[in-house]
T-cell receptor, first 113, second 107 residues
Framework: DVKVTQSSRYLVKRTGEKVFLECVQD?????MFWYRQDPGLGLRLIYF???????EKGDIPEGYSVSREKKERFSLILESASTNQTSMYLC????????????FGPGTRLTVL | AQRVTQPEKLLSVFKGAPVELKCNYS??????LFWYVQYSRQRLQLLLR??SRESIKGFTADLNKGETSFHLKKPFAQEEDSAMYYC?????????FGKGTRLHILP
């Protein structure tokens, strides 16, 4: 069974903290994605990656960065968390050339106080 | 501009009644369109894609290029269809999602 896992289901952080969200997939997928999911706004793409050490900005990259040192792992970093980054964060992966066939992780609900 | 529009945030339908979740897109090329679904406490997952012309869990969706629409339909709603539904467009290297429609099936 294919799997995308995220390091935490729930996370509470304080304003100004540096936050790391980890995502691991075991399907040997080249593409990985980070989204945030907010009521009424749907899914918005933050960053994506085609390959190790490659990254591309999505629609809302401001305030975020990413790291992809290994094929199976894609990390989202909030350099200095702010309250407007309180959200559900979803990671996804897909095979090379098939960005539409995305497999999603369970999500991390981040609350920034 | 590439865009996916789902005009309804919430759709309530009685069990056994027909369901239609609306989706319109804006894209200059030849579109690839999909529907994703997220059931309560479950992961977001791919429901169906237009190129395969398949029926999944009784749902179908037809691409209408003239109306730039990709509405999701089911003739008879079931309670287990209650979920969040996202229409999505693939313009190349990523997916553009609509804002989603929450489908609520009334008993």
């Amino acid at each position: 069974d294919v799997k995308v896992t995220q390091s935490s289901r729930y996370l509470v952080k304080r304003t100004g903290e540096k936050v790391f969200l980890e995502c691991v997939q075991d399907m040997d997928h080249e593409n990985m994605f980070w989204y945030r999911q907010d009521p009424g706004l749907g899914l918005r793409l933050i960053y994506f990656s085609y390959d190790v050490k490659m990254k591309e900005k999505g629609d809302i990259p401001e305030g975020y960065s990413v790291s992809r040192e290994k094929k199976e792992r894609f990390s989202l970093i909030l350099e200095s968390a702010s309250t407007n980054q309180t959200s559900m964060y979803l990671c996804a992966s897909s095979p090379l050339g098939r960005p539409n066939e995305q497999f999603f992780g369970p999500g991390t609900r981040l609350t920034v106080l | 501009a590439q865009r996916v529009t789902q005009p309804e945030k919430l759709l309530s339908v009685f069990k056994g009644a027909p369901v239609e979740l609306k989706c319109n897109y804006s894209y200059s090329g030849s579109p690839e369109l999909f529907w994703y679904v997220q059931y309560s406490r479950q992961r977001l997952q791919l429901l169906l894609r237009h190129i395969s012309r398949e029926s999944i869990k009784g749902f179908t969706a037809d691409l209408n290029k003239g109306e730039t629409s990709f509405h999701l339909k089911k003739p008879f709603a079931q309670e287990e269809d209650s979920a969040m539904y996202y229409c999505a467009l693939n313009p190349g290297d990523k997916i553009i999602f609509g804002k989603g429609t929450r489908l609520h099936i009334l008993p």
